[in-house]
């Protein structure tokens, strides 16, 4: 019997991370075009609305079916708005280990909704689930990405050279790939003890979404 994680909103004082639904379909599509997300992803670009409703609606909830996974998305919990996302992917079941990536939409950025949404799910996968490992690789360059790291607590283990394809505009006004090394992060149960709450000066944006299929 495969291992899944159970089908659950998380709620902190500002966000409400829950199940993506169709009516997340234009906002995440908005989202998905952004420059940055563009440029740190693998998502497809242009993200079109059939690409939107492909991930909220299958890609996303066969990530926890499959038990691979599990994929929040992340609304303010006044507006409803979908501010971003949090994903949860390459579980091993057997080490209770696991890999989180996250975006921020672009008008919500500057309000440290990345690290109070990775913050809540880390909390609730060491002690709900009980695993014992949180994973997270940032692209070299991706400096917003790795200061969310930093924040919430996480330890830098090293680098993996050569290890990612990015994307940089060029200067017709089209896309690239270059490549880049991924820094590699983790996060222990312990860890948290030593966190304290996030600020709001909201930097980082998104950490690499390796496999966005």
Not at 63 to 76: C, K, Q
Not at 154 to 168: D, K, Y
């Amino acid at each position: 019997m495969t291992s899944t994680f159970p089908d659950i909103s998380i709620s902190t004082d500002r966000l409400v991370l829950r199940p993506f639904d169709a009516t997340d379909v234009p906002a995440l599509t908005e989202m998905m075009n952004d420059e940055l997300i563009t440029a740190w992803t693998s998502a497809p670009h242009p993200f079109t609305t059939a690409d939107a409703r492909d991930w909220a609606l299958r890609a996303a909830p066969a990530e926890r079916l499959s038990g691979r996974g599990i994929v929040f998305a992340v609304t303010e919990f006044l507006t409803h708005r979908l501010v971003g996302t949090v994903r949860l992917h390459n579980t091993d079941w057997r080490t209770l280990s696991t890999e989180v990536a996250y975006l921020t939409a672009p008008w919500a950025r500057g309000e440290g909704y990345a690290c109070e949404s990775v913050l809540a799910v880390a909390r609730w996968l060491f002690r709900d689930q009980k695993f014992e490992r949180l994973e997270l690789r940032t692209a070299a360059d991706n400096t917003a990405s790795q200061q969310v790291a930093q924040k919430i607590g996480c330890i830098s283990e090293g680098v993996l050279r050569n290890a990612w394809i990015a994307r940089s505009r060029t200067e017709d006004g089209g896309w690239t790939d270059i490549r880049s090394d991924l820094i590699v992060w983790s996060l222990l149960p312990e860890d948290l003890d030593e966190v304290r709450a996030p600020r709001t000066d909201g930097s980082g944006y998104a950490a690499a979404f390796p496999g966005w299929r």
